[in-house]
């Protein structure tokens, strides 16, 4: 290879990683650093298979919302609606949501049940979705998109599985259909380390989750405890029962 | 027309479980009416309901709001265990499309799903994939080297590729793929084999094994090519395959025999040495993500020949990808041969790297990049060869720009772009220039134009042009001039 043709290239790469440095340091690299893109073409570069997934982290749901206010021009109070409703549909209180968009042009995905073709590795170990979008099972060509949702407590301890995770790593099956087979699976990572959850969790719509968490908790509380008093009164009763036939006999 | 296209879909849906006959209520539904026996037997499984007056309105288009309705009434009314493969199909297609409606009105998806999924288990639990690809070429030159576009002549209508997958789960961990199909397009009636067949099942400590013949392509797992270049894989192996994950790393291990059969006709292995080529076939990877911006693998493949000695070759490779950002990564392996002889020529223990960037469109938003610089050592020996033995393919359009000229040092500037306009056109250009450092041989270039229409995700054309050029002053021997083609390729996929 000539020396220039040599200069052209090193030029060429210069040029894109200041690209590419820039447009990490711009405004919606914050959107875009949690929405990872995977593309997996076919042989002749004409089929394609396109999963876009995005993890829900604080800094993305801020970054979401502020977008939204200021596309929308909403007044603090809407804002406020806003993120009290979408942080509703997350279910961030219980659970990790990844939103999922595939786009396939190729033959077929097949994905059924989707429960089995996805995983969540933190920490070393892996999670199976506690819920999903039900369309993900169908036969899918073209465009789809929905919610799958991870545990975000441990089941048997309560604690947070995030705690002290670094990097986790979101997985879907390569046998999903035959242009991913032979490839081990289909990866996102995100470095949650970097997020700082605690810093969002704050304002009205947040009072207002929690709110709604107290009241569900307080009907929860409720509900045993009529169901502790109905059992003390059946025991009341009995006793009452009991002690009138004492005396009855007693007195005989 | 959506109208009626809908209430057919239902019509079917319900038919097996409907009175042959049924009276219709709707009074300007007319006797003579193609659908009224099919409106007759919809109202009186209650699935549709005429308007106050008595009236149906046939004519009238119907609404998302309307057709969830129906769908909702069909789905409650319909036995699942009656229904045809056909009628789940057609049942499943209506879910989808009306889910959020259908949501709207307190249907719950799932519920059918569920259903769906029992009568799916209950049909065989077999799944199946198809394409065809099928090409109409025009060919600058007739016959020149040795028909290079691989074609018989200067123009070709020919079958491409067809496939045929199938899967079956057998158990919880155990898996059933197989592949039936043909992509020789230089014969006329291709034969079709079976090209994959294989079980996928979780061993103790949760590793996963591959038995049978498989894909193999560590490339295509680090993404280090596109088109068919990869240099050590994508290519069938049959074999053993082990692979175990520990979140943010895996292990992979793999055993496997080459059987030539004769002369390498059975096309699978695509091997540019045809006599002798009995191996066993080895090979282990490691591969470890530090976090979302750095990857790192290792990998060592070995073929030790059952007949011949003094011919093992090994490879052993690093590669790594950086991520600038979500859409723009930097990408590089290094490779180190060990050759037992050099067979071809040079040196035994040649080297080579490559050097990527790659680009996504939403980068840029205009194209996407894919930017690569690779060098190799003299008589470095790539193993999948896709065209003619040539040494490193770059052979999309069938011209191969390096072919028989691996004697020196070589290196290589491959540009690919693509542009996605919409969701029904896009299109691309490659660039690709090989600097031959063989006193006497020119420099070697390929480019290529494309226009891709989607009609649907599943059919797709693609009009390209691709010329190649050898350059003209070449040593005896060696090909000079250039060469021409127009494709246009019909991708269906199903």
Redesign the interface.
Known sequence: ??IK?KLV?AV??LC??S???S??ASTD?VL??W???V?I?D?????FVEFTVTYYSAEYIQALVQKEAKANLWTKDEEENYKYQLLKTLQLERNIPIFIEIN?????L?M??FGDQVEL??????YSPVDYD??F???L??K?EGFVYFPRYDEETGQPLLTKA??I?FSIDG?I??IT?????I?F???VHRDNPDQFFTGKAAERLELDRLIIRLGNLKEQRDDIQKQLDELDAELARIQSRIDELQSK | MKKLCALLAVVALVAFAAPAFAANPFMDVPMNHWAYDAVGQLAARGIISGYPDGTFKGNQPITRYEMASVTARALAVIDMEKASKQDVEMLKRLVVEFKDELDALGVKVDKIDSRVAVLEENIGGWKFWGELRFDAKFEGEKNLYNDEYTLEGDKEFNLNRFRIWMSKQIDENTKFVARLGTSDSTTKYAPTRWERYYVETKLPYDIKMTAGLWLFDWEGDSGLYIDEDAMFGDYGMKGFWFQKSFGLGDVQAMIGHNDSYSNGADGIFNTADDVNSDYMFYGLRANFNFNEQFRFALNGLMRAYDDLNNRDESVYWADFTFNFNPNIAFKGAYFMEDLDTAYRAGEDSPKAYKAIFDVKQDAFKFTSIWLEYAKFDEGFNVWNANNNGDMYAYDAYGASVLINRNWDETSVLFASLKQQWNDKWATYERYLTADFDTTGVDDATNWTFGVLYYYTPAITFDLAYDKVDWGDSTAAGMRTGDDNIVRLRTHVKF
């Open positions: 290879m000539s043709r290239f060429s790469l894109l990683m690209v590419a440095l447009a990490y690299s875009s650093r929405r990872k893109t593309k073409m042989e002749d570069n004409m089929g396939n042009y190729s033959p077929a097949r059924a049940p590795w933190i920490n070393g170990k892996t039900k369309r099972n169908f036969k060509t073209g789809r670094k990097t790593k046998g259909g035959p087979m032979g490839r081990s699976s990866d990572l995100w470095d």
